[in-house]
């Protein structure tokens, strides 16, 4: 099984993008997924996670009410829906999944991922 997380690319402050992550190989299963991302020079940041079901989705502080994470089971797709990003949103992300059984904070629980997308946003 691979992770392809895509859709990143160049906002303007204010502005939105949608990323997505595509799992291909097989099928991943009951798994949580999550959204990661790295800035230079920092450690893996947790964004998002949500459970298979889609039934539980929990947000860093510094995303919340602005970033949206979903699923779509059927396709093998998982979605980080953007908004009113801004510059400390600079970063590359990354889609993760994990086989913990359960939605996690943590970029140690997962143990699948994705090669990152790029997402600059300017000031």
């Not at 099984?1 to 949608?18: E, R, Y």
């Not at 997505?20 to 959204?35: L, Q």
């Not at 998002?48 to 979903?70: C, H, L, M, P, Q």
């Not at 949103?89 to 990152?116: E, I, K, M």
């Amino acid at each position: 099984v691979q992770l392809q997380a895509f859709g990143g690319g160049l906002v303007q402050t204010g502005g939105s993008l949608g990323l997505s992550c595509a799992a291909s190989g097989r099928t991943v299963g009951k798994v949580a997924m999550g959204w990661f991302r790295q800035a230079p020079g920092k450690e893996h940041e947790f964004v998002a996670t949500i459970s298979w079901s889609s039934e539980n989705a929990y947000y860093a502080d510094s995303v919340k009410g602005r970033f949206t994470i979903s699923r779509d089971n059927v396709k093998n797709m998982v979605y980080l829906q953007m908004n009113s990003l801004k510059p400390e949103d600079t970063a590359v992300y990354y889609c993760a999944a994990t086989w913990r059984g359960a939605t996690s904070f943590n970029p140690r629980h997962y143990s699948l991922w994705g090669q990152g997308t790029k997402v600059t946003v300017s000031s």
